[in-house]
T-cell receptor
Framework: GNSVTQMEGPVTLSEEAFLTINCTYT??????LFWYVQYPGEGLQLLLK?????DKGSNKGFEATYRKETTSFHLEKGSVQVSDSAVYFC????????????FGQGTELSVKP | EADIYQTPRYLVIGTGKKITLECSQT?????MYWYQQDPGMELHLIHY???????EKGDLSSESTVSRIRTEHFPLTLESARPSHTSQYLC????????????FGPGTRLTVT
């Protein structure tokens, strides 16, 4: 079946450090891939997405590239800020499943000043 | 910004009470979802709807029920709350036109004493 696996957290970084959160998926065909972010006490917000192989999604300095050959969608940011502290979820969606999202388990990021 | 609303944001209630968590969206999306989020952050799909008068159970068994009488409204009801129902409940919506990107409400944090 379809699944998403994220690197375990929590991840603790100093401000301005480089961030990578690994995400790999299992799915047949060509799913769409998403990164969502959840700030404390809030719902999830879409951070970026990619709908086909080699697409790069980007937003707010975050980037992720859809790599079909390695079934990965790793999230990166060159210089994190304290305000990036949140929980990050990788997810996939397939049209033939009516838009249901399959989420990874979430990775908590804490950025220290 | 997503136009999806959940009320109440926080609810503390005693065992055995009947409760309804409200979710409304003004985007005209046909698909709506309820997730339960445990303290370990993982998201579990408990109900979804593909349109008016269409509801399905999700991947995680839940004692709650849902209804979809209007496109914009997708309430969740617990007939008799128990401490095991204590959790964060997130509502979301999506549609085919946006590639099934899901928009989330702010969540309801339910505590059953």
């Amino acid at each position: 079946g379809n699944s998403v696996t994220q690197m375990e957290g929590p991840v603790t970084l100093s401000e301005e450090a480089f961030l990578t959160i690994n995400c790999t998926y299992t799915a047949t065909g060509y799913p769409s891939l998403f990164w969502y972010v959840q700030y404390p006490g809030e719902g999830l917000q879409l951070l970026l997405k990619a709908t086909k192989a080699d697409d790069k999604g980007s937003n707010k300095g975050f980037e992720a590239t859809y790599r079909k050959e390695t079934t990965s969608f790793h999230l990166e940011k060159g210089s994190v800020q304290v305000s990036d502290s949140a929980v990050y979820f990788c997810a996939l969606s397939k049209y033939n499943q009516g838009g249901k999202l399959i989420f990874g388990q979430g990775t908590e990021l804490s950025v220290k000043p | 910004e997503a136009d999806i609303y959940q009320t109440p944001r926080y609810l503390v209630i005693g065992t055995g009470k009947k409760i309804t968590l409200e979710c409304s969206q003004t985007m005209g999306h046909d698909k709506m979802y309820w997730y339960q989020q445990d303290p370990g952050m993982e998201l579990h799909l408990i109900h979804y709807s593909y349109g008016v008068n269409s509801t399905e159970k999700g991947d995680l068994s839940s004692e709650s029920t849902v209804s979809r009488i209007r496109t914009e409204h997708f309430p969740l009801t617990l007939e008799s709350a128990r401490p095991s129902h204590t959790s964060q409940y997130l509502c979301a919506s999506s549609e085919f036109r946006t590639g099934y990107e899901q928009y989330f409400g702010p969540g309801t944090r339910l505590t059953v004493t």
